[in-house]
């Protein structure tokens, strides 16, 4: 085991919630650190996600502490060791020491330990098998510091057994690597990833949903997902074809728009060419009805945006509205490449900032004073009225739009009369 102290840029160690939940369990004989991806971040200079503790006090014992203390606490997953304790707001997942005797798939049976090196071992990769006392030291059992300093993911122990503890380690390997490595995928992992890639089947779509979608929008998702594609991995999990060329261009293209990155878009891209694709997905993932609805919308005749004029582009934001028309001109921006036409994609994509379509003028009274009964008639007849209307550019003129009425009745009643 290697020792370092923390840098002194983790104040939370010092005070606050964190270090009065350290302060609580680190009494008469039992010791707590906290754990995992909080040590990880730490370390690499990222900001903290959630904090998690772990301790060699029995899950009762730190359930009585937390009373004591006049500490809310949840027995959130109880019967494996952890009870959320909430400090000023902020909760804490904390968790007895474990060592795993038998493993099922995703279902182990937990035995609870005192040893933080075999508590350590029985994580999943090595940057995460970390730990920090209260005093600031890190604890490492399993060479993640070497693999922070190095960028590199690597699973603890042997990666085929890890993998077959949980098959949703597969996706969070290729995750892990997009957001915290650098340079090619560790190779005995990736190899054992390919090995196992038949356990994807047995994973639910929720778990599988939530992975891809934090993968896709991490920093070094293009060079993972390549690498996923290249093993064989997108496909038991969108039973159709991935496009990664178009993935990689999203991506250019966000960065290139000042984009905050978008996991539905980003997925869009990878994975839809047609709105049946887009119907696939959302039910392989089990995507929200908002996320399936955004999916779809990408989806359908993006290819007839390339190449058209400002004009046509006006009609179509009116028609969409501003999201929906951005993402499926985005979506065909990287479906051509993005390094090409940049400028005059550049243009459409910034129409919304520059241009507001005006509400339609017409109103139903205006046909009704021509002649037109309420009903079905008169919906249609405002369809033609709103399409002559479009055609025209959008015009405001009294005169004009009487005319565009005019002609809307007309024309519905020489098509009605034949």
């Known amino acids: 085991m290697s020792e370092v102290r923390l840098l002194s840029d983790a104040p939370w160690l010092a005070s606050g919630p964190a270090a009065r939940v350290l302060g609580l369990l680190n009494a008469d004989g039992e010791e707590a650190r906290v754990i995992g991806g909080a040590v990880r971040n730490a370390l690499m200079r990222i900001p903290l996600g959630d904090i998690d503790i772990a301790t060699t006090a029995l899950p009762n014992e730190v359930v009585r502490r937390a009373k004591q203390a006049g500490i809310k606490s949840v ?4 019967e494996h060791g952890t009870v959320t304790l909430v400090v000023e707001g902020h909760p804490f997942e904390v968790t007895t020491l474990r060592e795993d005797t038998e493993t099922y798939g995703r279902k182990a049976k937990v035995a609870f330990g005192r040893d933080w090196v075999r508590d350590a071992e029985r994580r999943d990769f090595t940057i995460n098998g970390l730990s920090v006392d209260a005093e600031g030291v890190v604890h490492d059992h399993v060479g993640g510091l070497a693999d922070i300093k190095a960028r590199r993911v690597r699973f603890i122990g042997d990666p085929a057994q890890r993998i077959a503890e949980d098959y949703l380690r597969i996706l969070r390997f290729f995750r892990f690597h997009a957001a915290y490595g650098a340079g090619e995928v560790d190779r005995a992992g990736y190899l054992a990833c390919i090995g196992g890639r038949a356990g994807l089947a047995g994973l639910s779509a929720e778990r599988i949903r939530m992975e891809m979608l934090k993968l896709v929008v991490a920093d070094g998702a293009a060079a993972a997902v390549v690498a996923m594609a290249d093993g064989g991995l997108l496909l038991p999990l969108f039973g159709g074809v ?3 060329g178009p993935f990689a261009a999203m991506i250019e293209i966000e960065k290139l728009m000042g984009l905050a990155p978008s996991a539905v878009r980003r997925l869009a891209a990878l994975t839809v060419a047609v709105t049946e694709d887009a119907r696939r997905i959302a039910s392989r993932l089990r995507l929200s009805n908002a996320e399936a609805k955004a999916l779809d919308s990408m989806g359908h005749r993006w290819w007839r945006l ?3 004029d400002e004009a046509h582009a006006k009609r179509r934001l009116y028609r969409l509205d501003e999201q929906p028309y951005r993402d499926r001109l985005l979506l065909a921006w990287a479906r051509t490449g993005a390094g090409r036409n940049v400028e005059q994609w550049r243009a459409l994509a910034t129409l919304p900032q520059r241009w507001r379509a005006p509400h339609f003028p017409l109103r139903a009274s205006d046909f ?3 002649g037109i009964a309420e009903g079905p008639a008169l919906g249609h007849v405002l369809t033609l009225a709103e399409d002559a209307w479009l055609a025209a550019d959008f015009p405001l003129d009294p005169q004009v739009l009487s005319g ?6 007309s024309r519905f009643t020489r098509d009605h009369r034949l």
């Open 306 to 308: 390339p190449g058209m």
């Open 75 to 78: 027995p959130t997953g109880i």
């Open 404 to 409: 565009i009425a005019d002609q809307a009745v």
């Open 242 to 244: 991935a496009y990664t």
């Open 368 to 370: 009704i004073a021509r």
